[in-house]
């Protein structure tokens, strides 16, 4: 590997890693929060120090989740530190998080498809990692589930697009599919990914190839086994789209993010990718690395029709928690308006069409940074009052000391959230200084 793209990539990671720590250190507590207290404390690590954890434990349901490796992170933080600490995990968390641009760059980089005008990709990575957009995720340690369903994706997608015939790869991306639906319920889109992936290889190849047929059928029974799998909440049932217009004004939101509901902007952020790999497929000059951001741009986009079904009743913006799955798709938009660039750059007068997606996502990111900092903020203020509230209670057993506003409390239910401050077990492993 070249020496300017191993400094490339150590640079990117250093400010990806110091913006999400500056992030971390000013804005998170080691409070827990909100699900954390049922699902990791009493539920997860509870049980493991009473010696009562099973193996079928790791992966049983959360909502409609079954977050197996965040468990076992969780595990492994608390075997390592002795305490249940939010800002441990969070810290831990940048380093998850990190592997993602990493996985990236490595892969174009071996692939030695990172050059020109494609270095633009950057922009996208670096704004995506470290901006603080994906606060509930970034500033909960709980949250790690998002970075690893997204590695687990990117692993797949490279072996399909690097060893597509071989049976080792094919059983790699079987393993990975599988712990995606283990990690989220959207988990499931991942063996669906890997399976475009085949279809794209076979229309670039005008054959069929029914070893890749097959395998793209075991994906899609995998998938389907997955969403009968997935747990049923009735009551989220009240959060889903009731029409094709609530659908429809849910995408609105989605696909134009970082800009807040745009119909042209949503165009001018995926299109790129819905236009070129067409081209490309005409041309037969799809590559390795096409293939594969092809793959990250498909994976985002079922996740944006996911989004709008089961969260899609009158929504009116983007949960930040969310922003997170559409990080790939947003890459690979970039990576092939780049292209895009770079086909037509000596007829500079369509050049500039391709520049659209940066002005755009630049744009976006900018005009919102105030909406993101005041609710940094104003997570960041709750947060305190919580770690407060909690603190007195602890000092002087006082329940009414719980009974607070949505949010001043680190969990919907004062009586339930007294019980758990209460055990033993749970209040032993809490950080000190909250008894203090």
């Given at each position: 590997?070249?020496?300017?793209?191993?400094?490339?990539?150590?640079?990117?990671?250093?400010?990806?890693?110091?913006?999400?720590?500056?992030?971390?250190?000013?804005?998170?507590?080691?409070?827990?929060?909100?699900?954390?207290?049922?699902?990791?404390?009493?539920?997860?690590?509870?049980?493991?120090?009473?010696?009562?954890?099973?193996?079928?434990?790791?992966?049983?349901?959360?909502?409609?989740?079954?977050?197996?490796?965040?468990?076992?992170?969780?595990?492994?933080?608390?075997?390592?530190?002795?305490?249940?600490?939010?800002?441990?995990?969070?810290?831990?968390?940048?380093?998850?998080?990190?592997?993602?641009?990493?996985?990236?760059?490595?892969?174009?980089?071996?692939?030695?498809?990172?050059?020109?005008?494609?270095?633009?990709?950057?922009?996208?990575?670096?704004?995506?990692?470290?901006?603080?957009?994906?606060?509930?995720?970034?500033?909960?340690?709980?949250?790690?589930?998002?970075?690893?369903?997204?590695?687990?994706?990117?692993?797949?997608?490279?072996?399909?697009?690097?060893?597509p015939d071989s049976f080792v790869a094919m059983a790699g991306v079987l393993v990975l599919s599988w712990l995606s639906v283990l990690t989220m319920a959207s988990g499931i889109l991942t063996p669906?990914?890997?399976?475009?992936?085949?279809?794209?290889?076979?229309?670039?190849?005008?054959?069929?190839?029914?070893?890749?047929?097959?395998?793209?059928?075991?994906?899609?029974?995998?998938?389907?086994?997955?969403?009968?799998?997935?747990?049923?909440?009735?009551?989220?049932?009240?959060?889903?789209?009731?029409?094709?217009?609530?659908?429809?004004?849910?995408?609105?939101?989605?696909?134009?993010?970082?800009?807040?509901?745009?119909?042209?902007?949503?165009?001018?952020?995926?299109?790129?990718?819905?236009?070129?790999?067409?081209?490309?497929?005409?041309?037969?000059?799809?590559?390795?690395?096409?293939?594969?951001?092809?793959?990250?741009?498909?994976?985002?986009?079922?996740?944006?029709?996911?989004?709008?079904?089961?969260?899609?009743q009158a929504m009116q913006t983007v949960s930040s928690r969310y922003t997170e799955l559409f990080t790939i798709g947003l890459i690979g938009g970039a990576w092939f308006a780049a292209r895009f660039?770079?086909?037509?750059?000596?007829?500079?007068?369509?050049?500039?069409?391709?520049?659209?997606?940066?002005?755009?996502?630049?744009?976006?990111?900018?005009?919102?940074?105030?909406?993101?900092?005041?609710?940094?903020?104003?997570?960041?203020?709750?947060?305190?009052?919580?770690?407060?509230?909690?603190?007195?209670?602890?000092?002087?057993?006082?329940?009414?000391?719980?009974?607070?506003?949505?949010?001043?409390?680190?969990?919907?239910?004062?009586?339930?959230?007294?019980?758990?401050?209460?055990?033993?077990?749970?209040?032993?492993?809490?950080?000190?200084?909250?008894?203090?």
């Amino acid at each position: 590997m070249p020496t300017r793209n191993i400094l490339a990539l150590l640079a990117t990671l250093l400010v990806i890693a110091a913006a999400r720590l500056y992030w971390v250190e000013t804005f998170a507590i080691r409070l827990p929060f909100w699900d954390q207290w049922d699902a990791e404390g009493d539920f997860l690590l509870r049980p493991w120090i009473e010696g009562r954890l099973k193996l079928h434990d790791l992966w049983e349901p959360h909502n409609e989740h079954r977050i197996f490796p965040t468990r076992l992170l969780s595990l492994l933080i608390f075997s390592v530190t002795g305490v249940w600490d939010n800002l441990v995990e969070a810290r831990v968390n940048i380093l998850v998080a990190a592997c993602i641009p990493l996985i990236i760059l490595l892969f174009l980089m071996r692939q030695k498809a990172l050059h020109g005008l494609r270095w633009l990709v950057l922009i996208v990575i670096i704004a995506q990692f470290s901006l603080p957009f994906a606060f509930e995720n970034l500033l909960i340690g709980f949250q790690s589930q998002f970075y690893f369903l997204i590695i687990f994706t990117l692993l797949a997608l490279i072996l399909v697009s690097r060893y597509p015939d071989s049976f080792v790869a094919m059983a790699g991306v079987l393993v990975l599919s599988w712990l995606s639906v283990l990690t989220m319920a959207s988990g499931i889109l991942t063996p669906l990914a890997a399976a475009g992936v085949y279809a794209l290889q076979g229309f670039q190849k005008r054959q069929l190839n029914w070893k890749h047929v097959a395998f793209a059928a075991v994906l899609i029974g995998l998938s389907v086994a997955g969403y009968f799998l997935m747990p049923q909440i009735e009551a989220n049932h009240i959060y889903r789209s009731r029409s094709v217009v609530e659908l429809r004004k849910a995408l609105r939101y989605i696909l134009a993010w970082p800009v807040l509901k745009s119909w042209p902007a949503a165009i001018a952020l995926w299109a790129p990718a819905v236009v070129m790999v067409p081209w490309f497929l005409r041309n037969r000059t799809l590559s390795r690395a096409d293939l594969f951001m092809a793959g990250c741009v498909m994976w985002s986009l079922a996740q944006t029709l996911a989004i709008a079904y089961g969260r899609g009743q009158a929504m009116q913006t983007v949960s930040s928690r969310y922003t997170e799955l559409f990080t790939i798709g947003l890459i690979g938009g970039a990576w092939f308006a780049a292209r895009f660039m770079e086909i037509t750059l000596k007829h500079w007068y369509i050049t500039w069409i391709g520049a659209v997606f940066f002005v755009v996502f630049i744009r976006g990111h900018v005009t919102r940074r105030d909406l993101e900092m005041h609710n940094v903020r104003t997570s960041y203020g709750l947060s305190v009052k919580q770690e407060s509230n909690v603190r007195k209670y602890l000092k002087t057993g006082d329940p009414s000391v719980l009974v607070q506003p949505q949010f001043e409390i680190p969990y919907p239910d004062s009586v339930r959230l007294r019980s758990l401050l209460d055990n033993p077990t749970l209040r032993h492993i809490l950080p000190p200084y909250l008894s203090q």
